[in-house]
């Protein structure tokens, strides 16, 4: 089956401090992966994605490398700001059966000047 | 250009009440879902809808119904809530078509309790 298994929050960071967020996956064939994010009291904004392995995503600073050999596409940034402080959530799509996204738990980032 | 909509924002119900939630999206998208998100679980799909005309269950549809209205919009609807049912719920669209790229944007949800 399809599943993603994220890294456990909450994460507290230094404003500058390196981010790492870990995110697992199991899928059948070969997934697109996704990182979301969510601030306060908004919905979810789609942050980077990769769609085939060694594809690298990159947005506002944030990088993902789909990498197929460790099943993994962890979330990095080199020097966090207090506007990063939001959840992020790690999500797949398979290319069978629906088109539906497969969520981790979520990880909750806050940033402290 | 609104992307995903979603009303309303709030919304209390006693047990047993019944409503809906209304979604619509202006981007020409195929696809619909209606996911709900409950603290340490991420995001559940309820339903989802490939294509106008066409609907199917997700992940967890017990209680919920669904209606695709037309191309745009795309409604969830709670025939009896209960206090399971409390939740954040979103819908989201994307061009479907099973393409790689293909990729769902979000509204920003409705907070429902049932008391």
Redesign the interface.
Same mark, same amino acid.
């Given at each position: 089956g399809n599943s993603?298994t994220q890294m456990e929050g909450p994460v507290t960071l230094s404003e500058e401090a390196f981010l790492t967020i870990n995110c697992t996956y199991t899928a059948t064939g070969y997934p697109?992966l996704?990182w979301?994010v969510q601030y306060p009291g908004? %919905?979810?904004?789609?942050l980077l994605?990769a769609?085939?392995a060694d594809d690298k995503g990159s947005n506002k600073g944030f990088e993902a490398t789909y990498r197929k050999e460790t099943t993994s596409f962890h979330l990095e940034k080199g020097s966090v700001q207090v506007s990063d402080s939001a959840v992020y !959530?790690c999500a797949l /799509?398979s /290319?069978t059966g629906? *088109? *539906?996204?497969f !969520? %981790?738990?979520?990880t909750r980032l806050t940033v402290i000047p | 250009n609104a992307g995903v909509t979603q009303t309303p924002k709030f919304q209390v119900l006693k047990t047993g009440q019944s409503m809906t939630l209304q979604c619509a999206q202006d981007m020409n998208h195929n696809s619909m879902y209606w996911y709900r998100q409950d603290p340490g679980m991420g995001l559940r799909l309820i339903y989802y809808s490939a294509s106008e005309g066409t609907t199917d269950k997700g992940e967890v549809p017990n209680g919920y119904n669904v209606s695709r209205l037309n191309k745009r919009e795309f409604s969830l609807r709670l025939e009896s809530a209960a206090p399971s049912q409390t939740s954040v719920y979103f819908c989201a669209s994307s061009e479907g078509g099973g393409v790689s790229t293909d990729t769902q944007y979000f509204g920003p949800g409705t907070r429902l309790t049932v008391l």
């Amino acid at each position: 089956g399809n599943s993603v298994t994220q890294m456990e929050g909450p994460v507290t960071l230094s404003e500058e401090a390196f981010l790492t967020i870990n995110c697992t996956y199991t899928a059948t064939g070969y997934p697109s992966l996704f990182w979301y994010v969510q601030y306060p009291g908004e %919905g979810l904004q789609l942050l980077l994605k990769a769609t085939k392995a060694d594809d690298k995503g990159s947005n506002k600073g944030f990088e993902a490398t789909y990498r197929k050999e460790t099943t993994s596409f962890h979330l990095e940034k080199g020097s966090v700001q207090v506007s990063d402080s939001a959840v992020y !959530f790690c999500a797949l /799509r398979s /290319r069978t059966g629906a *088109n *539906n996204l497969f !969520f %981790g738990t979520g990880t909750r980032l806050t940033v402290i000047p | 250009n609104a992307g995903v909509t979603q009303t309303p924002k709030f919304q209390v119900l006693k047990t047993g009440q019944s409503m809906t939630l209304q979604c619509a999206q202006d981007m020409n998208h195929n696809s619909m879902y209606w996911y709900r998100q409950d603290p340490g679980m991420g995001l559940r799909l309820i339903y989802y809808s490939a294509s106008e005309g066409t609907t199917d269950k997700g992940e967890v549809p017990n209680g919920y119904n669904v209606s695709r209205l037309n191309k745009r919009e795309f409604s969830l609807r709670l025939e009896s809530a209960a206090p399971s049912q409390t939740s954040v719920y979103f819908c989201a669209s994307s061009e479907g078509g099973g393409v790689s790229t293909d990729t769902q944007y979000f509204g920003p949800g409705t907070r429902l309790t049932v008391l």
